[in-house]
Each structure stands twice: as structure tokens, then as C-alpha cells.
């Protein structure tokens, strides 16, 4: 089916507009209100009620399975959060028809995934944590952590009362 040109020139718009109205709306059509916020091209697939007040998810995430994500949080753009995984079967020589037990993935209030952040199945992300870009998080991290690297590991800490930043290597 071919789309004419004022439809493409339309949804090219709507794909690159910043706007907070439109994010609020898009957010509303998913299920999901108290101040949440929803960029173009985020794919939700984690039932309702499970994304906290005032929280923004990024342009192209990926959401999946038993996703919590928590108050105050920022999911950067494309970043990946599926809780699901295959899990390979033997008897056939795939990972194609057995799906794995099903482990939460949790986003502390006020926390900040950057852009790029994959958070694998099981993993609990503490309040007020930063994930710096491109970061894959295999582990739990623990409050007010700066975690960063594939995989993530903790390196440095944010004081809760000042928002000053601590890092390992200094």
C-alpha cells in the first residue's frame, strides 16, 4: 500500500516531534497517566499500572514481560527491557519452542537509564541509580549508584543529599 505525501510528511513530523502534550497523550492511549510520558516509537508490552508517576520512556525503548518501573524514572532513548527468556530445548536444538521462568525486572524510583541501557530478565535497578549509555546491567544495582560498562559494573555513587557524584577511579 503506498502512503501518499501529505501521510508521510505527517508521520515524519509526528515520529521527530518533541512535545511533552504528545507524549502525555500517547501515554493516556497506552494505559498509563499520573504524569507519565512516552516518546515516539516506544514499544509497552507490560500490562497497566506498572510504570510510576512522573516517569518518561525514551524514543525507541523496548518493554516487555514484568516490567515495574518506578516514580520520577527516565528511560533514555532505545534502550531494552525484556523481562522474558528463551530458553534452549534439547530435544529439538533451539531456543524456539521453551521460554525460561519468568523473572521480574524492577526500576527504582528516580532512577535514570541512559540512552542505549539493556536491563536483562531478574534484574533490580535500586532507587535513584544511573546507568550510563550503552550499559548492559546483568546484576542488581544498589542505591544511588553510577553503574556503566557491558557488563555494567558500579563505578561511583551519588550522595542522596548533595547530588554530587563520587566516582571510584578518583
Known amino acids: 500500500m503506498d502512503m501518499i505525501p501529505e501521510e508521510f510528511d505527517r ?8 512535545d511533552a502534550e ?10 498509563f497517566d499520573d504524569g507519565v510520558m512516552v516518546a515516539p516509537g516506544a514499544i509497552i508490552r507490560i500490562g497497566a499500572n506498572r510504570i510510576g508517576r512522573n516517569s518518561f520512556i525514551g524514543l525507541y525503548s523496548y518493554l516487555n514481560g514484568d516490567v515495574r518501573i518506578g516514580a520520577d524514572v527516565l528511560i533514555g532513548p532505545h534502550c ?18 521453551k521460554r525460561d521462568t519468568p523473572r521480574p525486572i524492577v526500576i527504582g524510583d528516580g532512577s535514570w537509564l541512559a540512552s542505549g541501557v539493556t536491563v536483562t530478565s531478574g534484574v533490580t535497578v535500586g532507587r535513584g ?5 550503552n ?3 546483568t ?19 551519588i550522595d542522596p543529599e548533595t547530588g554530587e557524584y563520587h566516582w571510584n577511579d578518583r
Open 22 to 31: 504528545a507524549d502525555r497523550r500517547r501515554a493516556h492511549v497506552l494505559g
Open 80 to 97: 531494552s527491557l525484556p523481562a522474558g527468556n528463551h530458553k534452549f530445548d534439547p530435544a529439538t536444538k533451539a531456543f524456539n519452542t
Open 139 to 157: 546484576h542488581d544495582l544498589p542505591d544511588f549508584s553510577i553503574a556503566a560498562g557491558t557488563p555494567a559494573k558500579v563505578v561511583g555513587s
Open 135 to 137: 550499559s548492559v546491567v
Open 11 to 18: 508521520l515524519t513530523r509526528y515520529l521527530a516531534m518533541d
Open 129 to 133: 541509580v544511573l546507568v550510563c549509555a
